[in-house]
């Protein structure tokens, strides 16, 4: 069974996952092909979340796979019929290993996050903010993307700090941002959940496994500007934007995911960059941050 490194896993994976980095040692996780039964019976209508319980979760997508998330530790997975390769692997290593990590204990923020100085910078917000788009503005003037899509955060039990997890060298772009990084859109694999995107591969720079989180922005639209967020306000932007937010009352770990966020907020700076949605300003989003520093470094 193939061997991958991601998140600062060890995973075993008797499905292809393309572009993720070759990994050793015991495994963490195991992902593999087998039956998957259909909880609730009956047609899924809607892609997702289908069936929560104990330490299991059930997920569906529609013409692609059925997935079953166990404690943290497994992931089996039931193809539909037809050649859905590249489409399986888009979802193990997006919602499935994101799923299987909050079983893990980890706080998964739905956000980017690229390194500077020695330590990762994130962007979290809502969808069409560009996340990912920005991290690769980043990596365009020398700041390497530590992860793409899940920002996988370890708040430890110290008084200070939190830690996050290097993840899979791709991410995730639209093709008008494919474009404006020089890459050519049509020569990229479309990723399953989302029409038209690409899943863009780049060249590993992060080698450690974790670096120190030294804080968030919190993506906006809007005239120009970055504002601290007292601590009430990002708890709130923290817990909304993690990427199990609306699985947590079945899945029984409210009282958990709000600790975290909460010791999260605590710890690192977590502010609100405000800026125009236009690929031309990206360079100038980069140039803000820079200056800003609160959340950079010194």
């Keep these: 069974m193939p061997v991958y490194s991601a998140y600062d896993l060890t995973i075993f994976s008797e499905i292809p996952l393309p572009g993720v980095s070759p990994g050793d040692g015991t495994p963490d ?47 089996v997975v039931q193809p539909e019929p037809g050649d859905h390769g590249h489409a399986i692997a888009n979802l193990l290593i997006g919602p499935f290993i994101a799923l299987a990590m ?55 039990m110290e008084e200070e700090g939190a830690v996050v997890h290097a993840g899979s060298p791709q991410i995730k772009l639209w093709p008008e ?27 590993r720079v992060v080698t450690a496994a974790t670096l120190p ?30 990427y199990c937010a609306l699985l947590v009352d079945e899945m029984g770990d409210r009282r958990r995911h709000f600790m975290q966020c909460a010791q999260l907020a605590a710890r690192i700076s977590v502010r609100r960059l405000r800026r125009r949605l236009s690929l031309e300003r990206l360079n100038d989003i980069v140039r803000m941050v820079e200056k800003d520093r609160g959340v950079g470094g010194g």
Excluded at 38 to 66: A, F, K, M, S, T
Aim: net charge negative; glycine share 16%.
């Design 29 to 75: 996780l195991r992902i593999c092909y087998g039956s998957v039964e259909l909880l609730p019976p009956g047609d899924i209508q809607v892609n997702g979340y289908y069936g929560i319980g104990g330490e299991e979760i059930h997920y569906v997508w529609r013409g692609i796979c059925r997935a079953r998330i166990q404690g943290g530790h497994t992931i």
């Design 102 to 156: 909050h079983q893990r204990g980890r706080l998964v923020m739905h956000g980017s996050g690229i390194a500077m100085d020695g330590r990762v910078v994130g962007f979290i917000g809502n969808s069409g903010q560009g996340k990912s788009t920005t991290a690769a503005a980043f990596m365009l003037n020398g700041y390497p993307i530590v992860t793409d899509d899940l920002l996988s955060v370890a708040v430890g």
């Design 177 to 203: 941002s494919v474009r404006a990084i020089g890459g050519d859109p049509e020569a990229l694999p479309k990723i399953a959940s989302v029409k038209d995107k690409r899943m863009y591969t780049f060249d």
């Design 213 to 242: 989180l030294a804080g968030i922005y919190v993506l906006d639209e809007g005239s120009e500007g970055i504002e601290t967020l007292g601590p009430n306000e990002a708890l709130v932007e923290l817990a909304r934007h993690s």
